[in-house]
């Protein structure tokens, strides 16, 4: 069955590293996107592509940066993690037409920690 | 910006009874979705609407397209345990991207 699969699940790590979390799916959707969830914010939206070698940034993207070189994978780098940075993060995909969001089906996501 | 607004931010009802999940915006959105999350997994896609005035069900829940395209909900009926998580209502607005309201924490009293 196709899926969108987040590696790791669970992540530690120290204050200035560079972290990078992966998102991988299987259904050939040209839309990715890199959510976080934090506690009284819901989920916001922190970078998004449409398509290979496409990347944009969304609402809450210092910090964070993302690379398309194929439809499958979509990596979160983290290029300096800070305490802020600890969350939980959700990859998703969706197949709608270009610059157009709509149904995002999404991963099991990732309890990042900075410590 | 674009804005979706769910209260309460909690609600807790007795199992086999019926709850109803509003969703509002001062915007207009083209699409609605609503989405369930059980703990420690990603939100799952419960019903999609694309259409003012539609109403679509989905087993127990059901899920209607508001006719001023401003505000959607989301009743379930005869809930059961298993229903405990956290909905979100998103949806798709003038700048064509999927904004999410906060959620709301059901918790089913047995």
């Known amino acids: 069955d196709a899926e969108i699969t987040q590696s790791p699940r669970h992540k530690i790590t120290e204050t200035g590293r560079q972290v990078t979390l992966a998102c991988h799916q299987t259904?050939?959707?040209?839309?990715m996107f890199w959510y976080r969830q934090d506690l009284g914010h819901g989920l916001r939206l922190i970078h998004y592509?449409?398509?290979?070698?496409?990347?944009n940034k969304g609402e809450v993207s210092d910090g964070y940066s993302v690379s398309r070189s194929n439809t499958e994978d979509l990596p979160l780098t983290l290029e300096s993690a800070a305490s802020s940075q600890t969350s939980v993060y959700f990859c998703a995909s969706s197949e709608s037409p270009r610059a157009m969001d709509t149904e995002a089906f999404f991963g099991q996501g990732t309890r990042l920690t900075v410590v | 910006g674009q804005q979706l607004n769910q209260s309460p931010q909690s609600m807790f009802i007795q199992e086999g009874e019926d709850v109803s999940m509003n969703c509002t915006s001062s915007?207009?959105?083209?699409?609605w979705l609503w989405y369930k999350q059980d703990p420690g997994e990603g939100p799952v896609l419960l019903i999609a609407l694309y259409k003012a005035g539609e109403l679509t069900s989905n087993g127990r829940l059901t899920a209607q397209f508001g006719i001023t395209r401003k505000d959607s909900f989301l009743n379930i009926s005869a809930s059961i345990p298993s229903d405990v998580g956290i909905y979100f209502c998103a949806g798709t607005g003038a700048n064509s991207k999927l904004t999410f309201g906060k959620g709301i924490t059901l918790s089913v009293r047995p």
């Open positions: 915007s207009i959105f083209n699409t």
């Open positions: 259904w050939n959707h040209n839309n």
């Open positions: 592509s449409y398509g290979v070698q496409d990347t």
